[in-house]
């Protein structure tokens, strides 16, 4: 292996490095990955290291996979004991060898997030707690909350004292760590904190693990958290570590991640050196070039600025459309151009990127329509996602009387409506040739129903009905029916998973429909339209666009790169815009130099006019935009429209049906509300056009536009 040829003079000075520990801080695609990459197999091919005593920790499974394909590559079949994997999976494997300490199974059973969710429901049906209350997606989150901060059940029923609604998730949370100590299960924070539990306390394990390693490497660090920094250090005593990271792309601080763990390296690990890279492989010039010029704007960052021999390249676009469709229209057909204009390029070197999820949504029907294979990363396909499909069904429901649509939400939300009454639903249904919803509303009488299921299947018969009658647009009589039928307040626990916003999508997606059928935009009309989406299973050629969150796009490099909806409030996202103090806003700039620098040959970052259904407010371009300036960068279809520093949005649109009375200067805090979703609350903060509100338990603190049709204030 001739590293002179394979790595630059700094790259191979990191890479065979050895005398003490090791830091490298280079930014996006300067080779960090490659790097540690050629340590590795630098230390077995030509060092001689037995690779079992080599440990690499990525931040994904993907990354680990790719990483030790490249060593086994160079190194051959002498890679295969090398330990490359992600934290968690080296907490699973450091556990089947020792949790018998603990008293668990070595054969111990991992629980997902489905799993926890289920356990937090049996319990809630023990304690006699309504999730509606305290939400199910709220109580994992504070027992992780709890448990990262290492504060026992005991611990935090005193810490409640008597403040019953603490008290009461105390409890869960106390009953929730008895139900899986006795069924030997583990969840995800279980496996670092039990493995760390484990090494903390059996010197005798921590000494066999401290053995096992000589070479330690992190790659990602500017995203590691307390636990896992902690980890690091404790199997590091007899190891030479080397940690590769960008502080300009933590993207993860939401979620614990700390910067300073890489920033302040260099007290902890001693004696260490650092080692900057600063040449680009990855893109050219002008990529480059506006992805500097955005993150120089972010004020807590280390100087640093990348160049790259490849100069000039193609510009960056920025394109801004006339509307969501035109966007993503404009998105296709330029990929269609690229692949068929450009020798050897093919749908596998593009990406599209998002900030959110529910952004697919437009893009996926083009790239449908267009016989564009795609596949999406980390999520499901928009019409495939559960609560799409069920507010489906409730429109099918509600255009006929279709039994499918019917056996899949008679139940959802929980009616007590289960396989039992379903099956005597069906009875009475085949027994007098009809469907199962006019089984249920004509012959009721032979239903058998508790008082409670009845009084819910009255409910939401009358919201079938005052559906079907309803003479609102569609879009309207949606977002009535899905409150009508309690499926918004069911969504209400789930809160923090954002499928509020694939509802309010749906919704967008029938009010455009409507916009561009205006002849007959019938409801009929409507789901056999979508009905090209929802049935779309293509046959895997191989050759497919890649959909993603910019979150999952880390450390990853395509030819082609597409960055969709950059529009103000969408990215940066609003919840960030009104943070306090800037952190939301910098954490917002990091995920779009990650998402901008994602790109090798062509960069193209659209957004569009209209109205957002987010912000509730007409559209502009994001800052980001405003921020990377005009070097190396092209503007195409509208002018962009830039926010002024007191921009306040306009009530006066098109359309104005989805913008409140409220006027925006009008609040003061302690101003009783109330929401259509989130219920009573107060206003604690009056930020301009943005309210902070503290709404009733479980829903909390929230920020939200002031002129919100959905807010109405209660005093004067
Ligand atoms: N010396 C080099 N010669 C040729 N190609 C290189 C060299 N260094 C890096 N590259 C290539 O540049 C691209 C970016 O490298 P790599 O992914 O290792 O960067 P990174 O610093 O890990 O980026 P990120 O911050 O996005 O994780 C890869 O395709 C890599 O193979
Ligand atoms: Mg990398």
Redesign the pocket.
């Known amino acids: 292996m001739d590293l002179d040829t394979?790595?630059?003079k700094n790259?191979k000075e990191a890479a065979t490095y050895l005398d003490s520990h090791l830091r490298i801080i280079?930014?996006?695609?300067?080779?960090?990955?490659?790097?540690v990459t050629y340590r590795i197999a630098h230390l077995i091919q030509d060092i001689g290291i037995d690779p079992r005593s080599i440990l690499a920790i990525t931040f994904t499974n993907k990354a680990a996979n790719e990483m030790k394909e490249r060593v086994n590559e160079i190194v051959g079949i002498h890679g295969s004991g090398t330990l490359i994997c992600t934290i968690h999976s080296l907490c699973v494997r450091l556990l089947r060898q020792h949790i018998n300490v603990l008293n668990y199974p070595s054969n111990f059973t991992i629980m997902d997030e489905e799993d926890q969710k289920a356990l937090i429901k049996k319990l809630y049906t023990q304690l006699e707690i309504d999730a509606k209350v305290i939400s199910i997606k709220s109580m994992i989150n504070t027992i992780s909350s709890y448990k990262t901060a290492r504060v026992s059940p005991q611990r935090a029923i005193e810490l409640a004292g008597q403040f019953s609604g603490e008290l009461k998730k105390a409890k869960v949370y106390e009953a929730y760590e008895n139900y899986k100590e006795d069924h030997f299960l583990l969840d995800f924070d279980d496996l670092l904190l039990k493995a760390v539990y484990i090494l903390d306390n059996y010197p005798d394990i921590l000494e066999k693990w401290q053995r096992k390693f000589q070479y330690i490497h992190v790659?990602?660090f500017q995203d590691v958290g307390e636990i896992e920094y902690h980890l690091v250090q404790l199997l590091s005593k007899y190891a030479i570590v080397c940690v590769?990271g960008?502080p300009d792309?933590t993207i993860y601080s939401f979620r614990g991640a700390d910067v300073h763990f890489i920033l302040d390296f260099d007290k902890d690990f001693k004696p260490n050196k650092t080692i900057i890279?600063d040449q680009n492989?990855?893109s050219t010039g002008n990529i480059l070039k506006v992805s500097n010029n955005l993150i120089r704007k972010n004020s807590q960052r280390l100087e640093k600025n990348l160049y790259t021999k490849q100069t000039g390249g193609e510009d960056v676009i920025h394109h801004v459309a006339k509307s969501e469709e035109e966007e993503a229209n404009w998105i296709a057909s330029k990929i269609e151009d690229i692949v068929s204009n450009q020798e050897g390029v093919n749908y596998r070197d593009i990406a599209i990127l998002y900030r959110a999820n529910y952004l697919s949504r437009t893009i996926e029907q083009v790239l449908i329509r267009k016989g564009i294979d795609y596949r999406i990363f980390g999520g499901l396909k928009f019409f495939n996602r559960k609560e799409v499909k069920d507010a489906l069904s409730y429109l099918r429901l509600v255009c006929n009387q279709e039994d499918l649509a019917f056996e899949r939400i008679i139940n959802t939300p929980a009616r007590g409506i289960g396989k039992k009454t379903l099956e005597n639903i069906q009875l009475v249904a085949l027994n007098y040739q009809i469907s199962l919803y006019e089984a249920l509303t004509l012959h009721s009488e032979e239903i058998r129903l508790s008082n409670k299921s009845k009084k819910e299947v009255r409910g939401f018969v009358e919201a079938i009905e005052k559906a079907r009658q309803s003479k609102l647009p569609l879009h309207e009589m949606f977002e009535q029916l899905m409150i009508d039928v309690g499926y918004i307040d069911m969504l209400k626990n789930d809160l923090e998973d954002n499928r509020i916003d694939n509802i309010h999508e749906l919704q967008r997606s029938i009010y455009d429909f409507q916009v561009s059928h205006e002849d007959a935009p019938t409801l009929e009309n409507y789901l056999q339209d979508i009905s090209l989406y929802t049935d779309n299973d293509s046959i895997d050629q191989g050759q497919y666009v890649s959909l993603m969150s910019i979150h999952m796009a880390?450390?990853l490099?395509f030819d082609y790169v597409f960055v969709l909806g950059l529009s103000e409030g969408i990215f940066p996202s609003f919840r960030s815009l009104a943070d306090d103090g800037d952190e939301g806003l910098e954490e917002e700039r990091r995920l779009a130099y990650v998402a901008f620098?994602?790109a090798k040959k062509q960069l193209f970052l659209t957004d569009s006019e209209g109205f957002s259904f987010v912000t509730d407010s007409p559209k502009v371009s994001s800052r980001f935009i405003d921020e990377v300036g005009n070097e190396g960068i092209v503007h195409s279809g509208s002018k962009p429209r830039f926010k002024t520093s007191d921009y306040i949005p306009k009530q006066t649109v098109s359309k104005e049906e989805l913008i409140g009375d409220n006027k925006v200067d009008d609040w003061k805090v302690g101003d009783l509300v109330n929401h259509d979703v989130f219920g009573k609350g107060v206003v604690v903060k009056v930020n301009k056009t943005i309210l902070d509100i503290a709404f009733e338990l479980p829903v909390g603190l929230k920020s939200l536009m002031a002129n919100h049709k959905a807010l109405k204030k209660l005093t004067n």
């Open positions: 394979l790595l630059n790259q280079a930014g996006a695609g300067s080779g960090k990955t490659r790097v790659d990602e590769v960008d792309q890279l492989y990855r880390k450390g490099e620098t994602r």
